[in-house]
């Protein structure tokens, strides 16, 4: 293995751009200076395309639970009942979070590696008319599902006065993502994925409907309260000390993704997604999730013939890369490809060639090169 | 194409590691303070492994070529008559900078794509024994041979008083080299290729015959003077402002080096020349160079059913993946892969899977995956 070299393909933390690292060690400034105003100022209506809104997308210096954390503490008091649809480990997180505040949180689950079923959201909140929010997961990191928030967020708003909160973590950014248009009424996101940045920032937008609940909650909070956010950021400001090398890096990035075009880095992402996806069924090792239910932006594989540990063991040992395990009762069962941010087609190739040695090395019959075949095709096809 | 990727895969400069990168971003300081002092003594005998000398590898700030004129100007004086052994533009290079000296120097070309034959050296110096040193490069860039230099030591040293000059600029540090066992007299090495710096630092050394030539030296030399270097590096110090910042770098890579072993290193390097070759094999496009003249280094290739430069232009346009083209009468009918440095089997993968779809987009019949496949048997077989 060459020292020093990370192919670092987990669903995040992803690789930084060179451009970005570079933006990142940039010297400090002010925090309250007239450069910092200048950078927020330039920043942020750039993160409203990729929420799909006209909303302030605001800016917490924090990692991505603590915008989960926001959602939650923002939009619920003590005594208010709401619904967490939960599709792998990132569900259960806003169920843990409603814990900590003695939410009254009704879980719904969904058997991991697939999607939730809108319909089931619907049928739920007809029968449980006293739902105020209702939690969801766009891509569930956990299993690489994409869940349908435009039909989730029909389902809630058609049967419910529900606001719906979506954890949009691992792929906003990577995957269209229509908030105004679908109806979601609080959108979360963090730096470190389609991102492309280190972990440390937590991006959140809430739709009017949201804002007046969020005005009217009674449930104590500093840190994470929103108000302080928007009122801050509407005068080109934060309320507490920003994450300022991680600020610089964000401009950058939203530089790369304006300069790539916010459908060519979506389409990326598709391609990136249907090559993992095809070099794997050609090499008949069974993907977890299905066509439908699949993200864009992290592929969760499920072998039968052979342990996943050792493949990631293998692969880690002989080239350094990174791929992530399962989590919770997946552990052991899967591994997780990400494709997301800063990865191009033909690290997708890079990643599938060597995984091509790491499953000839744990024992399973394959034909070499049939996986990068399958890869190839579908970037000539694309 | 994803916007800041570079897959820089000509012939150098090489990638650079990540913590290089860092290493050379440390703030300057004094040159000849205690710290730099320090540096060099840090730096001064690790070199000599990779040159395989006990000799002083002294080193100068300057790209490659002020290494080469340092080798002429400091062995040969106007009236000397010498030998240069041109298999390629960096042979070519050699005669040149004779040429600026008023150096008779007897030009010995090689068809390029081909090793140079030791006996023919044998003969050319019994056939003029006036000729007081041979010039010669180990790894011709141009052309991807790497020339015996181990044999064209003993016909040089058996035949006659010459000394041997050898340019090793684009293989030192990625393949194996015996400076004193062979016989080298005088051996010179860059830093942007194997020693996987950026340009900016040349390194030389002499043997005890060479020293004596070059004491006695009559040539008019300043910066480029030897016993400058020499006699300041004895000191951990150097004559003239040195290139600090590569000094750092410097000072990682042979860590990085040390890391993996040299043996190691030599043996990823004829890895990486053996994955490439055997997939061009298996692909159908033929090499420039035999099995026995291939440098581990970097891989000439010799298409003849479609034109270099349009796969050249198609990977660098789909991709970001640069390959080299020829060099003067080569120019257009070779494309040149590097693999040497900061270079992995699995960034040959990446290279070859991505090569798979450009011939096919330049309209090669050819089976996708079927080079990645050869050269993961490789991988799989080493």
Redesign the interface.
């Known amino acids: 293995?060459?020292?020093?070299?990370q192919?670092l393909r987990i669903p995040g933390p992803t690789p930084i751009?060179?451009?970005?690292q570079r933006a990142m060690?940039q010297p400090m400034i002010g925090h309250r200076g007239g450069e910092t105003k200048e950078l927020l100022h330039a920043i942020r209506p750039r993160l409203r395309p990729i929420f799909g809104t006209d909303q302030e997308v605001l800016v917490i210096t924090g990692s991505g639970t603590s915008g989960l954390e926001t959602a939650v503490v923002n939009t619920v008091q003590p005594g208010d009942e709401v619904l967490v649809v939960v599709t792998g480990a990132f569900g259960d997180r806003f169920t843990k979070i409603c814990d900590a505040y003695q939410i009254n949180a009704h879980r719904y689950d969904v058997e991991w590696g697939k999607a939730v079923d809108p319909n089931s959201i619907k049928q739920y909140l007809q029968d449980h008319p006293q739902i105020k929010v209702v939690f969801t997961t766009y891509c569930e990191t956990s299993t690489g599902v994409l869940n349908p928030i435009k039909e989730i967020a029909e389902a809630v708003h058609n049967h419910s006065d529900a606001l719906l909160v979506v954890d949009g973590v691992s792929c906003v950014g990577g995957v269209e993502t229509k908030m105004d248009e679908w109806g979601i009424d609080v959108l979360v996101t963090g730096s470190q994925k389609a991102m492309m940045l280190p972990a440390g920032l937590t991006f959140i937008a809430a739709s009017n409907r949201a804002w007046k609940v969020i005005e009217a909650n009674q449930q104590s909070r500093f840190y994470l309260d929103l108000r302080k956010y928007r009122d801050n950021q509407l005068k080109d400001s934060t309320p507490f000390t920003p994450g300022l090398s991680l600020l610089f890096g964000l401009d950058q990035v939203l530089l790369?993704i304006e300069?790539?075009g916010l459908a060519n880095v979506y389409a990326?992402h598709r391609l990136m997604m249907e090559m993992t996806r095809e070099a794997f069924r050609a090499l008949k090792v069974p993907l977890l999730t299905s066509e439908i239910a699949a993200s864009p932006t992290v592929t969760a594989i499920k072998p039968e013939d052979f342990k996943a540990e050792d493949l990631r063991k293998v692969v880690k040992q002989?080239?350094?890369?990174s791929v992530a395990g399962g989590q919770q009762h997946m552990k052991g069962e899967i591994f997780r490809i990400g494709h997301m941010g800063?990865?191009?087609?033909?690290?997708v190739?890079?990643v599938?060639?060597?995984m091509?040695?790491g499953l000839?090395?744990v024992g399973k019959e394959i034909?070499?090169?049939?996986?990068?075949?399958?890869?190839?095709?579908v970037?000539?096809n694309y």
């Open positions: 293995m060459l020292p020093d070299q192919l751009p060179p451009s970005v060690a790369l300069e790539e990326r002989e080239f350094g890369l800063y990865c191009s087609p033909a690290d190739l890079q599938i060639g060597a091509e040695i000839k090395k034909e070499l090169g049939r996986g990068t075949r399958a890869a190839q095709e970037y000539l």
